[in-house]
Structures are given as structure tokens and as C-alpha cells.
């Protein structure tokens, strides 16, 4: 009988924290910008330069810490972790490992079978980014951009408790949505907010002991971490099966042949030679500070769902979507504030602005139109002014623009026709110019008057209120 096997995996978390500037120095820390235009001589390692702790770094990684159950260092040091790398400009990296800010946490998973189970947080510790790397296509070069050095991480580090693709995938969503509530970072994989590696070994089903992991690195997305776990486990298996030895080394994905390749062998903490950190002072957390910081926390999800299903009376899986972004949520439980319907703005969201989003390739954080806007477009619907297909129109223009939908039905002129006699007029021409659909009717065809409706609406470039179309045709025919 083949031997069964089971993956066990842990994972290091990075997250680059959305402050307006760089843990150690005041350069910006924007996404973008030109190679090296966010640089100085503290962040490009310059000598005789000194690092000056930017505070709002230790109250987000506190944040985190607190809103995944952590007990928190209030007094904690930093390290210098020793490393030779182009992109690392002092030849060491500002970190934590004697004494890292949060320890002992955990969160807790829902997988798709409805079934809980509590991840473990090792620790998160602060540290600084390094540069980019930059490799020449064409040529033998490689350049180095410094505007992401020195950029705020924390790094999340797990216990070994995940057994799947699918644990790692809910673990990773619910640090997301925990981290984009508190406001601590956007947590964009494509742009590297949010980075993942992979720490994954196999052994047989039923032995205490681990077998030998490898870490994986360059993982951009969701799928592509899926992919790479499911790779990595059948690489391991196929060395084991073969009676070879899986080697611990750091290996990086390559996600478009779906294959990894090792980089270099896995270091140990010895072999980057740490010692405190001598140009910072120790961190102290007062009971007050961290009572301040505990007093900020939001409303997260989990709390959310509970309200909106008591408060909102919308579906559980509604409340689920909507809550899946903190925008999202902001922007349905503003929109009722000004509208008092929650099941029409729900409905505007889940259906119309999701389309939407798919279609632009766009995030829930990308929405620009306002509550306001969405409150007046539902008032439109309610009120009469406008029907249903014109009110999708307005909305495709809200959408784009965060255009006032007042003003643009106004000035479009698409303000519902409720004129009976003229809308007589045009259904009794609709009903001489379609006798088969008449005698479709007359017959027993129900569905036969909603053709004669949807010609009746052309006929009114879809201005005419479908309600009134309906009673006319039933009543001529």
C-alpha cells in the first residue's frame, strides 16, 4: 500500500506598513516613484548616518499584534541581522529577534467545509525593507533602486499548524482583511505590500517528527501560492519516494513555468551574526500608550457580520462580500445612514458595482463614487423618477466619474415618462406592429407581453415607467 504523506507548513508574513514615511528616516514611502528619488543618507546606508524610530511604525505593528491575540513586548530592542546583498545598503538589516514586539498570538480560519481551526502566531517583529533589484532583460546588468529600502515592515511569523493550500490561502485572507481594517497597510501581493514565503516540509501520515523544509519565495498572489505549495509538496514526496534527501535551502517560484528553482542554502540565525542594534535606544510601551493604542481598534469583521445580520437584516452572504473590504463596508453602512435601505444599497453593491469591478479589473479600495451619490441614485429608483434600466446607465456614469446622478439625469433628460395618454398612443402602435406576439397572448402566452413591453420601452428610449406599460398592455388586450 502506497505511504501517505502530509504537508505541514508555516509562513512569514511581510506587510509594509502605510506610514507617509520610512521607519529609520522622513523619505516618503509611495509605491512608485523614479529609481532612488525617495533616498538619503540614512536610508542608502551612508556613513555616520543615524536611524531615528518613526513611532506610528510600533503603534500599527501593536495594532496587529493586538487584533491577532498577541501579548505584547513593551519593552523590546532592536537587532542587527548581518547579511552581504546588493539591495541592502548597510550590509546589516535593522530588526528584531532577542526581544521582537509581539509574541504568542493566533488567529482563527473558516475553511470551505465550514469547519475552525486556530493558526498560530509565533511572533511579529518590526524591521526595515531592503531595496529592489533590478535585473537588465537584455543585458548581463543589474541596478539597484533604493526607494523601498528602509520602507516599515512587520513580519508575521506563524507556528508550523497549516496542512493545505486551502489553511494557508484563509490564513493569509484573514491577516488581509485584519491588517486593511486597522488601517495598517493596503496588503497588495501584486505590489508587494504584502509578501508571503512559504516554509513547507512532508512527512508520513502519523510521525511526530518534521522532515526537512524549504522556504519559498516570489509568491505575487493567491494562486500563485496554491500552485507553489502543491509543487513544493510533490517534489518533496517524489525526492523522499526516491530515497533521496530533501535539502534545506531558500528556492524561489517561478509562477509562469510553475516550477522553483533553489537560490541559496537556508540560513540558521547564528549565520547572520545578530547583537543589539547599538544606534537605537530600547522600545517601552507604557500600560498607557498601549491602552490608547487598544482604544482605537475598529469594528473588524467578524464583529461586523454579527451586527449586519441583526441590525441590517441583509443575507448572510451579502454581509460576507460586503465586509470582505473595509471600503466596502464603510461606503454600505454610510450609504444607509443618508438612505435608510439597506437591501438596495446591498443590492447596488453585490450585483452592479461588482460587475463593475471584474470588468475594470478593479479593487473595492479603487470606488470612487461617494455615499451621497449612491443614496440619490437609490432615491431616484424609489421615488419614480427613473427606472431600472436607466438608472444602470446612471450608475456605469457614477461608476466611472462619481458623477451626481441628479444632475445627470437632468441634464440627459432621462426622467421617467408617466404621461398615460401619450404612453397609450405608442402601446397601441406597439400592439398593431406585433400581431403574432398579440395572438401569442390572447392564447395563454404569458411571456408573450414581456416582448411587447421591451418594445414598448424602445420605443420610449427606455424612459417610460415599465409598471404603467404593463397595466395599459393588459388592459387594451
Known amino acids: 500500500m502506497a505511504k501517505q504523506y502530509e504537508t505541514v507548513i508555516g ?18 514611502t509611495a509605491f512608485g516613484g523614479e529609481p532612488n528619488t525617495h533616498t538619503c543618507p ?18 500599527y505593528a501593536v495594532a496587529v499584534g ?25 550590509n546589516y538589516q535593522i530588526s528584531q529577534l532577542y526581544l521582537p514586539i509581539c509574541r504568542d498570538g493566533g488567529v482563527e480560519i473558516e475553511l470551505e467545509n465550514g469547519e475552525k481551526k486556530t493558526i498560530g502566531i509565533h511572533e511579529i517583529h518590526m524591521e526595515e525593507d531592503a531595496g529592489k533589484l533590478i535585473h537588465d532583460e537584455w543585458g548581463e546588468n543589474s541596478l539597484v533602486d533604493f526607494n523601498r529600502s528602509g520602507v516599515p515592515l512587520i513580519e508575521i511569523v506563524s507556528e508550523p499548524d497549516m496542512r493545505s493550500a486551502e489553511e494557508v490561502i484563509a490564513y493569509l485572507d484573514k491577516l488581509r482583511i485584519i491588517i486593511q481594517y486597522l488601517g495598517a497597510s493596503d496588503c497588495k501581493l501584486q ?17 511526530s517528527e518534521f522532515g526537512t523544509r524549504t522556504e519559498m519565495k516570489n509568491l505575487n498572489s493567491f494562486k500563485a501560492i496554491a500552485r507553489a505549495i502543491e509543487a513544493e509538496k510533490n517534489r518533496q514526496i517524489d525526492l523522499i519516494e526516491s530515497g533521496e534527501a530533501v535539502i534545506q535551502e531558500t528556492r524561489r517560484w517561478d509562477d509562469n513555468k510553475e516550477y522553483s528553482y533553489a537560490m541559496r542554502s537556508k540560513e540558521d540565525a547564528q549565520d547572520y551574526r545578530y547583537f543589539p542594534e ?9 500600560d498607557q500608550w498601549l491602552e490608547e493604542i487598544r482604544a482605537k481598534q475598529p469594528e473588524f469583521r467578524t464583529q461586523k457580520l454579527e451586527r449586519y445580520e441583526r441590525e441590517y437584516h441583509i443575507p448572510e452572504y451579502d454581509a460576507k462580500i460586503i465586509t470582505e473590504s473595509k471600503k466596502m463596508a464603510d461606503l454600505f453602512e454610510e450609504t444607509v ?9 446591498s443590492n447596488w453593491l453585490m450585483v452592479e458595482t461588482m460587475r463593475l469591478l471584474k470588468e475594470h479589473d478593479m479593487e473595492p479600495e479603487e470606488i470612487r463614487f461617494t455615499p451621497d451619490n449612491l443614496a440619490k441614485l437609490i432615491n431616484l429608483v424609489d421615488g419614480g423618477t427613473i427606472n431600472s434600466s436607466v438608472a444602470k446607465q446612471v450608475f456605469e456614469q457614477m461608476f466611472e466619474y462619481n458623477t451626481d446622478p441628479e444632475a445627470y439625469v437632468e441634464e440627459k433628460g432621462l426622467k421617467m415618462d408617466s404621461d398615460e395618454d401619450g404612453l397609450k398612443k405608442i402601446v ?15 392564447s395563454g402566452k ?15 428610449k427606455g424612459k417610460a415607467n415599465p409598471g404603467m406599460i404593463n397595466k395599459l398592455l393588459k388592459e387594451l388586450l
Not at 547599538?278 to 507604557?286: F, N, Q
Open 42 to 59: 540614512v536610508c542608502t546606508g551612508m556613513p555616520g548616518s543615524l536611524p531615528v524610530l518613526n513611532k506610528q511604525v510600533v503603534e
Open 446 to 460: 404569458e411571456k408573450a407581453i414581456g416582448f411587447l413591453v421591451g418594445q414598448t420601452m424602445k420605443a420610449t
Open 278 to 286: 547599538p544606534d537605537l535606544v530600547p522600545v517601552e510601551i507604557s
Open 337 to 345: 445612514a443618508i438612505c435608510s435601505n439597506p437591501k438596495k444599497v
Open 428 to 442: 397601441e402602435e406597439v400592439i398593431a406592429s406585433n400581431p403574432q406576439s398579440v395572438e401569442d397572448y390572447r
Open 66 to 90: 493586538l487584533a491577532t491575540n498577541c501579548k505584547i513586548t513593551q519593552y523590546c530592542k532592536f537587532d542587527r541581522k548581518n547579511y552581504f546583498y546588493p539591495d541592502n545598503p548597510q
Open 191 to 207: 505590489e508587494g505590500s504584502m509578501r508571503a514565503d512559504v516554509n513547507l516540509s512532508v512527512r508520513e501520515a502519523g510521525a
Open 11 to 28: 509562513l512569514e508574513v511581510h506587510v509594509e506598513l502605510a506610514t507617509k514615511t520610512k521607519i529609520f528616516c522622513g523619505c516618503s
